[in-house]
């Protein structure tokens, strides 16, 4: 069925169940017959996010690439399936994600427990770290957009995440993901006690 859903996929968005609607963001959950999949449709958001996309490439093949490094690394990210993107007569106007659906549950719906409260620090604290051995930043660094599956830190939501060539740029970008990431936690004083101290 994957390929039906590449050659339509506002076809099948419409027959999915809306998981996130926002500016220029569309994610959609859809069963198959042997598996069940994410669409993220990024849209342009206005006159000048179009003008941008002449020197810059679309956010769907972003994640793409920034998925792959990551895996490479290390680092366990959502599963990706296909980009598609598509063109008027001078750039790119829309494009798509997709990948399977994640199992396991997402940061900001889980139960928070006692041995959570060790785990997640740990995991986030080992993502950083990896994230500055490749030099890539995450660009969104919140619960949301992270899974836990079977104790593992499942990275999602990857179409801001760069490499970055310049260690002081770098250095700027992953403080603002630590800083991200703790305010996600902000409810949970243990948790945020235990970032802050692993990412000093």
């Given amino acids: 069925g994957l390929s039906e859903v590449i050659s339509n ?24 017959p042997n598996h069940s999949i ?34 490479a690394a290390g680092i366990k990210t959502i599963y990706p399936l296909a980009v598609i993107e598509t063109y008027d007569s001078f750039t790119s106007t ?45 660009g969104d660094a919140k619960r949301s957009n992270f899974f836990l599956d079977k104790n593992s830190l499942i990275v999602s939501d990857l179409d801001a995440s760069k490499n970055r060539y310049f260690q002081i740029t770098l250095g700027n970008k992953l403080s603002k993901d630590k800083k991200r990431i703790l305010k996600s936690f902000e409810k949970y004083p243990k948790i945020q006690s235990s970032l802050l101290k692993r990412f000093n």
Avoid: C
């Avoid at 996929?9 to 198959?32: C, I, Q, R």
């Avoid at 958001?45 to 994640?63: C, D, L, N």
């Fill in 9 to 32: 996929p506002d076809e099948f968005m419409s027959k999915g169940e809306e998981v996130k609607f926002e500016a220029g963001n569309h994610v959609v959950s859809l069963d198959l």
């Fill in 38 to 71: 994410f669409i993220k449709k990024f849209q342009i958001k206005g006159v000048f996010h179009y003008f941008r996309k002449f020197f810059s490439p679309t956010r769907a093949i972003t994640a793409w690439k920034a998925i792959h490094w990551l895996n």
């Fill in 94 to 138: 829309e494009s798509y994600l997709i990948t399977l659906r994640q199992s396991g549950e997402r940061l900001d719906q889980l139960k928070i427990t006692e041995s959570l409260e060790n785990l997640i620090p740990n995991k986030m604290a080992a993502l950083i770290k990896r994230l500055s051995w490749i030099s890539f930043n995450h």
